[in-house]
């Protein structure tokens, strides 16, 4: 299957700090979408990123697609306890669709 | 509006045991159906995908098998459960054309 992998596996901050996560492809995407797992709950969509080199924000989370779509990125300004989860970005291939390994987010208040 | 359903929330078994994972979907037709698994602490591994009703493609050899008998109904089942099977599943779904996917709430296997 495709790999789509993300860096960091887990992520420590102190509540205030900021975060980034990478998303990598080993081939071009057509589209790149990013999910959010809170604690012992189930995937939720937060944004799909359809365009080379495009930026979306919600509040304090930037979203990017890489010039060459092969690449993404999550980051949240000044994280607040309410950002705790995993963060996984998601992409298809045909009617295929695949997660990312995920990383997993602290805030230590 | 569209509801996906996902049950049992919480299931042990014992090895060697038939394991049956039913989803089943609301308000939609013909969606891409998804099959999911997570084990403690790691990413999510897309072990089967449906694009219509009989269409069942696995991704990963392994001890289970799924199954789509009507539209919006997608089965995950085992003949015989081994302790490897213990994870979380979910299931998903996305309509056509598609777009976000949209997940259960996730069944807790646990194979003792």
């Known amino acids: 299957g495709q790999q789509v992998m993300q860096i960091p596996q887990y992520q420590h901050v102190q509540e205030g700090e900021d975060f980034t996560t990478y998303c990598n492809s080993s081939t071009t995407l057509s589209n790149i979408q990013w999910y959010k797992q809170r604690p012992g709950g189930h995937p939720v969509f937060l944004i799909q990123?359809?365009?080379?080199?495009e930026v979306k924000k919600q509040k304090r989370l930037t979203f990017q697609f890489g010039e060459a779509k092969k690449n993404s990125s999550l980051h949240i300004t000044a994280t607040q306890t309410t950002d705790v989860g995993t963060y996984f970005c998601?992409?298809?291939?045909?009617?295929?669709?695949?997660f990312g390994t995920g990383t997993s987010l602290t805030v230590i208040p | 509006s569209q509801t996906i359903h996902q049950w049992p929330a919480t299931l042990v078994q014992p090895v060697g045991s038939p394991l049956s994972l039913e989803c089943t979907v609301e308000g939609t037709s013909n969606p891409n159906l998804y099959w999911y698994r997570q084990a403690a602490g790691r990413g999510l591994q897309l072990l089967f995908y449906s694009v219509g009703i009989g269409q069942i493609s696995s991704e990963v050899p392994q001890n289970l098998s799924a199954s789509r008998p009507q539209d919006r109904q997608f089965i995950l089942s085992s003949k015989k459960l081994l302790l490897s099977d213990s994870g979380f599943y979910l299931c998903?779904?996305?309509?056509?054309?598609?777009?976000?996917?949209?997940f259960g709430q996730g069944t807790r296997l646990t194979v003792v």
């Open positions: 990123l359809v365009k080379s080199g």
């Open positions: 998601a992409a298809n291939t045909g009617n295929q669709f695949y």
């Open positions: 998903a779904w996305r309509p056509r054309p598609v777009t976000e996917a949209f």
